[in-house]
């Protein structure tokens, strides 16, 4: 373990013993008689650890970003294999992975009309490009989808759609990226621009994200811009005078590209068949260095595991470490994962993935299709009583991430880290999405919760689900 920086030798004593106390009640008696020296030491552990940092740091500041396809991927993949095997877990393998592999190229957009300024902009994963001299067309504010109808082919077709909608939540919102394209095609627009779904005003900070095509609709061009242009955009257009927008993309979809799931284990003691999952996903969007989204998610679940190792906890079940690919344009990785187990899914007791960013952690969430969900939440409750401590207590249902989601489907019970999430949407998808913006404290806080909920998961007498 490195040297504590963030907290002294007396508060980690201090935490310890609160954990170490007398259960509060008959209800949370069993478990909390049963783990709270582990969890006291698993935490004391995490909360001056610095390598799982270090380890961030390398993956960002050296690899960088890591879109599906790409060289940075490919060796972030390598460099995670040998850094599970240093950290002292089993069978470390790479599990092939069939990527998508689009490539943004080349990429500007301006308004020429009635002003002539450069805007901020950022393509969408997964559009084409503009023909090469770029399109240049009046534009079409919309803002809604019901609004794009209402106006209709006649005002649309030949132009440029702009959706000025204002963010009502994020899966609120994104069906704008994903769809506007092809909404606006069917009604003859020439290309669509975005604005970022965002959580506020953010200095110009653009966000990328995937798009999809509809099979019966044109494929257009399309991209985000910031808010602040989206919002010029539109005092120009209520102001009477034509609005005109030049845009110009190089992007390229080639063949897909041959990419892998990084996977390693602390294989269990009495039940290595049976298997708690823990993970997020290794790629990222071609901007920033993908530090909250995911990177912070996936050496968050690998800190855990090691300190784990480190301290000597083998727990009954084997707690498998899975770092995933392509889940940010196509969840191909998730796919290969339970389309490789077959009919050995049923031995996966509990599948854990952290992919909200590394910002303080409140808690856990929890998605089940099948089984005991209220019973599954009250012993879930438990657990977050031995987390009381670093403030990560919250034990709730919620839907489930997207690489384990094939898992939680087919009936594994699954399970969210959740956390503050203050300012993780002003930096996901983004430029922004750097290193510096993961704090060491709140992220320490994220291996403790893992590394307690996971191991008591995989060690626990009964399954979570029964």
Known sequence: ??????ISCAAVAALWLSLSG???????????????????????AALVDDAGYAKLAYLTDRIGNRLSGSASLDRAVAWAAEQMKKDGLENVTTQPVEVAHWVRGQESASLVSPIDRPLSMLGLGGSVAT????ITADVVVASSFDDLEKKGRAAIAGKIVVYNEANQGYHVTVPYRGQGASRA?????VA??????????????????????????????TAAISVEDALLIQRLY????????????????????????????????EKPDEIVVMGGHLDSWDVGQGAQDDGGGIMAALEAAHIMHELGLRPRRTLRIVFWVNEENGNAGGRA?????????????????MDGGAERPVGLSLTMTSGNTEA???????????????????????????????LVRDGVPGFGLRTVGTHYFDWHHTTSDTLDKVDPEDFRRCIATLAVSSYILADMPERIGN
Do not use: F, W
């Open 376 to 406: 599954a939440l009250a012993r879930m409750q438990q657990i977050g009583k031995l987390l009381e401590g670093i403030g990560a207590s919250q034990m709730t249902k919620s839907d489930s991430e997207t690489d384990i989601e094939p």
């Open 22 to 44: 007398p259960a509060r009640s008959q209800q949370h008696r069993t478990l909390n008689a049963e783990y709270r020296d582990t969890a006291a030491k698993l935490i004391g």
């Open 131 to 134: 023909p090469p001299g770029g």
């Open 185 to 189: 095609a069917k009604l003859g627009a």
């Open 238 to 269: 209520d102001s009477g005078e034509p609005v005109r927008v030049h845009l110009q993309m190089a992007a390229q979809t080639l063949p897909n590209a041959k990419s892998a799931n990084v996977m390693g284990e602390i294989r269990g003691r």
């Open 337 to 353: 994962y339970r389309a490789a187990l077959g009919d050995k899914l049923k031995n996966h007791v509990a599948a854990i993935e």
């Open 192 to 221: 669509a621009l975005v604005r970022s779904v965002d959580t506020a005003t953010t200095l110009q900070t653009v966000h990328t994200g995937a798009m999809n095509y509809a099979a019966d609709a044109p494929r257009i061009p």
């Open 1 to 6: 373990m490195g040297k504590a920086t963030c």
